[in-house]
């Protein structure tokens, strides 16, 4: 009994002095990022500690009860909730750390899959994650196994009183600091305070949402393609962000080849993502869809309900007009079902980096191989396959946590350079095998890096930083202007593949034309925002117009700004998040 009761005591100190460091710790983090970003360094500390604060003092109160609670039951109960909260919190912390993402309950799910767990306790952070884990895992086994009641002596008294003091002051003393990126500096309960986007519409609006779907959809078929049966390369650099060029935002200077690329073809000043995750941003790409978040609360499928029976897409559109289609990613496919999803719509072919040929080469995020390996790999696939031919690239070293093949440095400068490097080092390969005779080649991204938006980002772009994205088209035979300043999306993608190989072109209504003469811009761009997950902010009238809409089932709407063009966009998101919902469940009967 009394080993036990010592066992008790010195869970009571530890759990107190984990969830302080905790706390401190994600203060010091997180002003070490965003400090650095918004040039304000010491800025964040207080208000972290003050928004944490709550949720540690609700740990000590339960941990005080888990200890000195007459029931057997309901000490086990309060030390489940204690391990529950705690445990959540140190995923959230390891996530912000080396990922720059929050844990919200509705991505819980997507955690639980072994190959994002592997990743996550990848080989270059394993070194004192796993045995951190391990002897979290074992105090906390004892904690909830073996226990009696504990008597509080007037220093366990004494301690747990100063610390609830403390706790209590610095939540009610420091009052926030103003900053558009709030989300990620606010505590794991007020991120996951009840979403808009997971509220789910009327049977009257689903009726009428649903009978209006082929409307929206609806195809406009003109005899005025241009016929061309181009090999395509679409070229997506994981989170290449503008923020990172010279050419296109002055801030910083990580891509100069790619902005020789650029200046030499054909690029564009207003790109958007779609989305702020890998995932979207390739499905808007891939399937011409804006991508907005599904209604239900909870799905392991839930970024791509509505997606996995996509009829229009560009590899059945290409693969109808004689292209051999392909997709080759130097990560793991089993990574969010990638590699299933990419198969479901169309694609003739699909490789990751489980490839035979990159038995030898060094690994590193997701298991990933270097681009330079990818790039090879890719530039050997295509002088073997039938033409014409459509072949998506999909990069990883510029994916957190931004480790340089070269130098093995995490560092996303250093990343962001070598992926720079080499895919100049590929374009000079598609030169060399005269790709450009009758090749185009598509440089985008996925989304936004997952870095916070910079204080010369937030002057010069306002809250469009974060949906910003670089788009370059090498085209021999392109005749247009160098430079294109038209609104366009990643959705457009599709619309205009269809327009350069159809003869009969079809699109709907809202979508823009990347590559007409002049570019078609977008009637709205569309970004689902990562901070605020119930948010989409909406630029109409190539910029002119802006708004952030809100969802919230029925009571969707425009929360900041104005749209003369309000009530479409509104029916529009609604006409879509339900029109998928409703794909999904016939996909479920398959």
């Avoid at 929206?216 to 070229?235: A, M, P, V």
């Avoid at 923020?243 to 296109?248: M, N, R, T």
């Avoid at 350079?417 to 996925?446: M, R, V, W």
Wanted: proline share 2%; with cysteine; net charge neutral.
């Amino acid at each position: 009994m009394k080993i036990i009761t010592y066992i008790n005591r010195l869970n009571l100190y530890l759990f107190i002095l984990l969830a302080m460091v905790m706390m401190n710790y994600r203060a010091l983090i997180v002003d070490r990022i965003y400090g650095k970003y918004t040039l304000c360094e010491g800025c964040f500390k207080a208000w972290v500690l003050s928004t944490d604060a709550w949720i540690v003092l609700f740990i000590v109160i339960l941990l005080v009860f888990s200890l000195v609670l007459k029931s057997y039951l309901l000490r086990v109960i309060f030390r489940v909730l204690v391990f529950s909260i705690i445990g959540y919190y140190l995923i959230d912390l390891y996530l912000f750390k080396f990922l720059n993402q929050r844990l919200y309950l509705i991505d819980v799910q997507k955690y639980f899959d072994l190959e994002v767990f592997t990743e996550l306790f990848n080989r270059d952070t394993g070194a004192y994650a796993i045995p951190f884990l391990i002897t979290f895992l074992v105090f906390t086994s004892i904690y909830l196994l073996l226990h009696n009641r504990l008597r509080f002596n007037i220093i366990d008294k004494t301690v747990t009183t100063m610390v609830v003091l403390v706790l209590c002051i610095t939540a009610l003393t420091v009052d926030d600091t103003d900053y558009v990126n709030s989300t990620n500096i606010n505590s794991i309960i007020t991120i996951n305070l009840k979403s808009g986007s997971s509220t789910d519409y009327s049977a009257a609006t689903i009726k009428q949402s649903l009978h209006k779907l082929q409307e929206i959809e609806r195809l406009t078929c003109k005899i005025n393609g241009q016929n061309n049966k181009k090999n395509i390369i679409l070229l997506v650099i994981e989170s290449l962000s503008i923020y990172q060029s010279k050419l296109l935002s002055g801030i910083e200077d990580l891509t100069p080849n790619l902005d020789k690329i650029a200046q030499e073809h054909h690029y564009f000043t207003n790109f958007f993502a779609n989305n702020f995750t890998s995932m979207e941003g390739r499905m808007a790409l891939l399937t011409g869809e804006k991508t907005f978040r599904d209604i239900a609360k909870l799905s392991f499928d839930r970024g791509r309900v509505g997606y996995w029976n996509s009829q229009r897409n560009i590899p059945t559109l290409l693969n109808s007009y004689g292209y051999h289609t392909s997709f080759l990613d130097g990560a793991n496919l089993n990574f969010t079902q990638t590699g299933k999803f990419m198969k479901g719509i169309g694609f003739d072919y699909v490789e990751g980096q489980e490839y035979i040929g990159y038995k030898d080469e060094p690994r590193f995020g997701f298991n990933s191989v270097p681009d330079k390996v990818l790039y090879n790999r890719v530039l050997k696939y295509i002088q073997t396959v039938e033409q014409p031919f459509f072949t998506t690239i999909i990069t990883v070293t510029t994916h957190p946590p931004y480790i340089d093949p070269e130098t093995k440095l995490r560092s996303i400068e250093k990343a962001t350079k070598y992926a720079d490097a080499t895919a100049y080092e590929f374009y000079q390969g598609l030169i060399k095998q005269n790709f450009f005779d009758n090749g185009i080649l598509i440089i985008t991204s996925d989304h936004r890096s997952m870095t916070p938006v910079l204080a010369e980002e937030m002057a010069k772009y306002g809250k469009q930083a974060a949906a910003r994205i670089p788009l370059i088209i090498v085209d021999k035979d392109y005749s247009g202007e160098k430079i294109s300043h038209e609104y366009l999306q990643q959705s457009d993608l599709l619309n205009s593949l269809e327009y350069l190989v159809a003869d009969t072109y079809c699109h709907r209504q809202d979508e823009g034309n990347i590559l007409s003469t002049p570019p078609k811009p977008s009637q709205c761009i569309y970004h689902n925002r990562g901070d605020y997950r119930d948010r989409i902010d909406v630029y109409c009238d190539n910029g002119t117009q802006s708004a952030t809409v809100r969802l919230s089932g029925d009571n969707t709407d425009i929360i900041e700004g104005s749209l003369s063009n309000k009530d479409e966009v509104l029916n529009f998101i609604a006409i879509s998040r339900i029109g998928a919902r409703a794909r999904h469940k016939e996909f479920l009967k398959e």
